[in-house]
């Protein structure tokens, strides 16, 4: 099933809104945390992890899941939470520790949390594989509508919740797809120095699920995986694991120089926002113009959420006591 050119240009428009919140983000963060590095500091404490290249990963799978299904992603959410169609302004104002974001300032950038978009991230690699296959098993049983799907690293994969997991997901031919961001690198260490084969998507058939690598982080590509992963889950045939070769266009972190890895792998990697735009502008999917406007638009976009999470109020020292048990207010 390949996009039409609606659903292209949609694409573009999500890797673009992702990349300029990344690279406003990425401005603001040393923002205060000077001279001395201080990472509690300034208007985005903490770690970031941006998904600077990697964008393609969600906006080509995300446009074949509906609210009905479920989405757990990892500690490297803003390209996943974009193209969930989360709400820039609460996403902005919850990486600030503002009490307008979505976990009211208390999750940051890596505790990002939507009832209404069936949204979680966490810190915890591979943490998101089992509630997502737990809610897969869920709906199985009450015979609901709805699939789920965790995104994470390749790294990830080297997690003994990994194996557990997927056997399971084998076993009960889960609607589940654990969709892996295949970038070369777990913080400082190679994937050749961390992992035994070439492709994870080959590990399927230890587990009795289907599995598929997409070579390019193309949007168009990853598209048309992602619909033949989606329809087997929701035909009844079962999980899938669908890797994705991408690029990770940053450190591991803000403040990381990736002085580890090779100069003639840095070279080797393109820009995916450029190159989608190349190619729809040459398949007259776009022009210059219209892709500028989206730019524009985008920009614009983020520049009022980020003025929104600047504009909002840190927490109460009360509200250290607000949502520590669902449904019960202190
Ligand atoms: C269980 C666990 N072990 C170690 C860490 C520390 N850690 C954070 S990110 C990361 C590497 C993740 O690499 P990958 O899964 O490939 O994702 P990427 O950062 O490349 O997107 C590690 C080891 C962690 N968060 N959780
Ligand atoms: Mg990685």
Known sequence: MKPTADQRKAMYSQIVRSREFDDRVLELYFADKMPVF??????IPGEIHSSHGQEPCAAGTM???SLEDTITSNHRPHHHAICRGLDLNKLAAELMGKKT????????????????HKFSCSGIIAEGMGPAAGVALANKMRGQAGIAVSYMGEAAANQGAFHEVMNMAGIYKLP?????????????????ASTAIERNSERAASYGVYGEYVEDNDCDLIFEAMARCVE???????????EIQTYRLKGHMHGDQMAYVPQE???????????????LITEEVLTEEKADE?????KSEVDAAIQFGLDSPYPDPDDAFQNIYAGVSP
């Open 38 to 43: 201080d990472l509690a500091k300034g208007v």
């Open 63 to 65: 446009p074949h899941l």
């Open 101 to 116: 974001g979505y976990c009211a300032g208390k999750g940051g950038h890596m505790h990002i949390y939507s009832v209404e």
């Open 176 to 192: 589940y797809i654990c969709i892996i961001e295949d970038n070369n690198w777990g913080v400082s260490v190679s994937k050749k």
């Open 232 to 242: 087997r889950a929701r035909s009844g045939q079962g999980a899938s694991i669908l």
């Open 265 to 279: 792998e840095v070279a080797a990697m393109k820009d995916c926002v450029v190159e989608y735009r190349n190619k």
């Open 294 to 298: 989206i730019v524009s638009q985008q």
